[in-house]
């Protein structure tokens, strides 16, 4: 599954391998330079500047990595995932939401069917739905972190119930 977590960009012109290199070289550089950022920030007092400047560098990041990488390149992924972060924290529901529809599928095809990575996202995915006031995308969002957390946790879970208890709420 490697090729497919690596995955370049479909052009005409396929970059060289010189090229993908380098932006491999840069997107764990930019990871990296993200966690020291997230580590700096979040020990400062939390503003919102401090926020913003760390979207400022997914959103720089993905528009550099996104010439090269396909969405569903693990760095690509990476970087969606901490700029959807970001997005929560601030409660940009709408911008988490873009980022969190961009990363589901992937995030399908590259962890195996009962992943609890799958199920968290699609829990995230299920409450901001239902935050946003779109209950039928909610509630199917919602189902589907159901069933795999079913699998992986057992029916009797608390956190099934808890799930179960939010679907019944709304």
């Known amino acids: 599954q490697d090729k497919e977590k690596l995955e370049i960009c479909k052009l005409n012109d396929p970059p060289s391998a010189e090229t993908v290199k380098d932006m491999i070289k840069y997107a764990r550089n930019v990871i990296e330079e993200f966690r020291r950022a997230k580590q700096y920030k979040y020990i400062l007092c939390l503003t919102l500047t401090p926020l913003v400047e760390l979207l400022e560098i997914c959103e720089l990041s993905l528009d550099k990595m996104g010439a090269v990488f ?26 988490a939401l873009c980022y969190g529809q961009k990363i589901i599928r992937p995030y399908s095809k590259h962890y195996p069917s009962y992943s609890l990575n799958v199920a968290s996202m699609w829990l995230k995915l299920g409450r901001l739905y ?30 099934i119930s808890e799930i179960k208890k939010e679907l019944e709420d709304h």
């Open 70 to 95: 396909e969405d569903s390149n693990v760095y690509m992924l990476h970087m969606m995932y901490q700029a959807m972060g970001v997005c929560l924290y601030v409660q940009d529901w709408e911008g």
């Open 130 to 159: 239902m935050t946003l006031k779109n209950r039928t995308a909610g509630v199917k969002a919602l189902k589907r972190a159901i069933a795999i957390m079913e699998v992986a946790h057992g029916k009797d879970h608390p956190y």
